[in-house]
C-alpha cells in the first residue's frame, strides 16, 4: 500500500527545488561572511539593589550610545561593524558582578563598560584582566580602580582626589570673595569606599583654605531618617556643611537639614550623589543654592544640549550617569576605529594612547596616564529655583555663585 | 546504591570544570562556596538549633584577619588562612560565651548575633588597621603561592574541598557522641541537662567550631576577589545568605546547605540568565529578583523542611 503513494511533487521539480535550496544555503554564508562581526561591548550597571536608579541611568546612556554609533554607520574603520550591547546587572554586589564579567567573555566581549559602584569596579576589572579585555570605567569615584597598575582599566572621567583639590580650590576663592564667611564645616559621607576616601581628602585640606573642620559623620547605605545627624550638625553649628554621598541619602539629608532649618553659609557637596535635575526640579526649595563639584556636561557644547533635549524627551533625567556612559561609549568606539580590530591587545593600545576629543564634556584632549584620563575635569554648580546652573571654571559658568546663601527667617 | 550515587556526583563534580566554559565554572564555585558557608550555619543552627542572624560576623572576622596580616604584615596567605580560622574561632567562642552566659535563646540569641555583627561592621567601618570604609585592596599577583589561580578551575577545586570538608564534618556530627548531644541540646535544652550534658560548654564548643568554618569562608572569599570592605564583610546579606540556603535545603541535614546552594544559585542565575535570552527582557532585570523571591515563598510553603525532605529524610534525630 506504501509503495503506491506518490509524493505530490514530480522528481524534476524537486531536483530543482532542492538545488535551488542547496545553492541558497551554501550561498547565504558567502553574503553573511561579507558582514563585518558586530563588535561585543560588556554594559554592567547595578540596575537592581540600593543604587537601582543611578545604574539604570547608566545603563540607558550607554545603550543609547551603542545606538547612536550603529545610526551612524558603526565602526568605519572594521568595514561599519556595529556594536552589540550585552546588558550585566552587578545587583551591587561584587560576586554577581564578578559572574557577569565572567559571563560575557564566553560571549566573546572586546570590552567591558561598568560599574558604577568602586568596589564592584574593583573586582570586575580585576576579574577582566584576566583575559586582558579592556575594562573602562564610566561611573566609579575611588582611585584604587586606577592605582593598582592594571593594564586594561581606562577611566575618563576624574577621581575623587582630582574632584576634591579642584572643589577646595574654588571653595577657598569663593570664601576669600566673601570676606572669609565661612570658617568651619561638618563632612557627612556614606561609609562605603567613595565616601570615606573624600570625606577623607576633605578634612586633610579644608584647613589649608581656612576652614576648621568641627566633624566628620559617617552614615550606612541605605540611611532612612537623618534626624540625629541634621541634630548633630545644628548643635555643632558650621558654616558649611559637607556631603558626599548616593542619591537618596543626598536627597534625604538636604531635606532633613531644611526642615530643622539649620543656618548655612553653603551646603557643598563633592560628588554629591544626589545632585540632578531630578531634585533640583522635584524640591526646588530644598536644593535652592547648593553647590556641587561633580561630573557635569559642558553647558556650551551643541552635542551635549541637543543630547539633553533628547533623554528628556524620551522622559529621563540628563543625570552624570547617563552622559559619562555616553562618552564612555563614544571613547570605546572612537578607539576601535583606532585599533581598526577588536583584537584586545590593538584595542588597550588604542586606547593607552587615544587623543578622544569628549564633546560632552568640559574636558581637554584626553590622555591616559596609567589608566587615568588627565584631560578630565569637573565642574561647579549650583542649584537655582528648580534648575541647575555651572558656577566655575569660569568659561563654562552660566550664572556668578551665590554665597554665602540666605539665611532661614 | 547510595554510595553508588554518591560517587557518580563526585565524579560528576570533578569532571564538570573540565568540560564546562569558565563562566559555568565560576557558578559551580559559587554554589560549593555558598554550601561551604551554609554548612557552618548548619552546625550550629541547623544541629545544634542555635538560630544566629550574624554569622557574617565569623566571616567578616576570617576575611579581615587574613586580609591584614597579609597586606599589612606580610604574612603568606595560605599561613594567614589557619590564623583566621582560630580568630573566627575565638569570636564564635566568645560571642557564645557571653550569650549564653546571659541565658539568650532562641529568638533573643539570633537578635544578638545580629547586634554583634553590625558591632563588627562598625568597628571595622572605623578602625584604622582595617582602613575603615576604605577597605582593603590584596594586591594581584596570580600564582598559587600567594592564594590566588590564574586558571579558574583551581578555584574551583578549592571550593569543592572546602565543601567536602564541610560535608565530612557535618557526618562526623550525625555520628559521633558531640553531635548527639547537639541534637539533644537542640531538641530540648532542659531535657539536655538534665541527663547529664554540660550544655553551655557544648555550646560554645559548636559556636567555636562554626566560627572557625565561616571564618575560613572569609579568607576564601577575599583571596578570590581581591577586596573588602566593612559592609562586604560584615554585610548582613551574607547572614541571610548562609541562612537561606540551609533553610531552603534542609536545615540539620548533612546535604542541606549543598542541596539549597544548588537550588537558589540555579533559580538566581537562570532568572538572571533570561534577560540575555530573551531580548524583550534585556531592560527588566529587576525582574529576575521577583521570580527569584516568588520561587523562594513557593518552596518554604510547599517545603518547609527544604529540599532534603523530598530524599525522605527528615531532620537528623
Known sequence: MATDKKLPVSRRGFIAGAGTLAAGTMGFPL?????????????????????????????????LAVDDVNKAGGIKSMGGAKLEPLLGDSQSKVEVGVAEVEKMNEQGVAAYIGCYQSPVGIAASQAAAK???????????????????????FRIKPGFGACVDQGISLLGDLNKKANGVAKSAVIVHESGEFGTGTAKLLASKLPSIGIQVKEVIGHDNPTRNFDNIALRIRSAAPDIVMMSNYQNEYVLLARTLYQQKVNLAAMYSILGGGFNYKFAKEQPDVSQYMIDVNHWYNPKSEKALALKK???????????????????????????????SADKEKLTAALDASTFKAELMPYGPTKFVNGQNEGGRAEVMQAIKGDIKVIAPEQFAEMPPVFPKPKFT | MRHLALAAALLAAVVYPLLVPNYLATVGMLMFF????????????????????????????????????????????????????????????????????????????????????????????????????????????????????????????????????SLLIAWWLTRSRFGARLVAIRENEDAARALGIDVFTEKVKVLALSGAMCAAGGTFYAQKYLYIDPNIAFGIDKSVEMLLVT????????????????????????????ASVFPALKNVQPLSLIVYGAMLVLIVARLPDGFASLLGRRRHA
Not at chain 1, 558582514?35 to 540607558?60: D, E, L, M, N, W
Not at chain 1, 533628547?310 to 563614544?330: M, N, S
Not at chain 2, 606580610?74 to 575565638?90: S, Y
Request: charged share 10%.
Open chain 1, 31 to 63: 553574503i553573511g561572511g561579507a558582514q563585518p562581526a558586530a563588535v561585543k561591548v560588556g554594559i554592567i550597571h547595578p540596575v537592581t539593589g540600593f543604587v537601582a536608579y543611578a545604574g539604570s541611568q547608566g545603563r540607558f546612556g550607554a545603550t
Open chain 1, 131 to 153: 583575559y586582558n579585555t579592556p575594562f573602562l570605567i564610566d561611573v566609579g569615584a575611588s582611585d584604587l580602580l586606577v592605582t593598582r597598575g592594571l593594564k586594561n582599566v
Open chain 1, 310 to 340: 533628547r533623554v528628556e524627551a524620551a522622559g529621563k533625567e540628563f543625570t552624570f550617569e547617563v552622559y559619562l556612559a555616553y562618552t564612555v561609549v563614544d571613547l570605546l568606539a572612537d578607539a576601535l576605529e583606532h585599533a581598526g
Open chain 2, 34 to 165: 555558598t554550601a561551604f558557608i551554609g554548612q557552618s550555619w548548619n552546625i550550629s543552627g541547623g544541629f545544634a538549633g542555635q538560630t544566629s542572624f550574624g554569622h557574617a560576623a565569623f566571616f567578616g572576622v576570617g576575611a579581615y584577619t587574613s586580609t591584614i596580616l597579609q597586606v599589612t604584615y606580610g604574612w603568606n596567605p595560605w599561613l594567614a588562612w589557619p590564623a583566621a580560622m582560630a580568630m573566627g574561632g575565638l569570636v564564635g567562642a566568645g560571642i557564645a560565651v557571653l550569650s549564653f552566659r546571659a541565658g539568650l535563646r532562641g529568638s533573643y540569641f539570633a537578635l544578638i548575633t545580629l547586634a554583634f555583627a553590625e558591632v563588627f561592621r562598625i568597628a571595622a567601618n572605623s578602625a584604622s588597621i582595617t582602613r575603615g570604609g576604605l577597605g582593603m585592596l590584596i594586591k594581584a599577583d596570580q600564582r598559587p603561592i600567594n592564594f590566588q589561580f590564574k586558571d579558574q578551575i583551581w578555584i574551583y577545586y578549592l571550593a569543592f574541598a572546602l565543601c567536602l570538608v
Open chain 2, 247 to 274: 533553610m531552603v535545603g534542609g536545615a540539620g541535614t548533612i546535604f542541606g546547605p549543598l542541596i539549597g546552594s544548588i537550588a537558589l544559585t540555579t533559580i538566581n542565575e537562570l532568572t538572571r540568565a533570561a
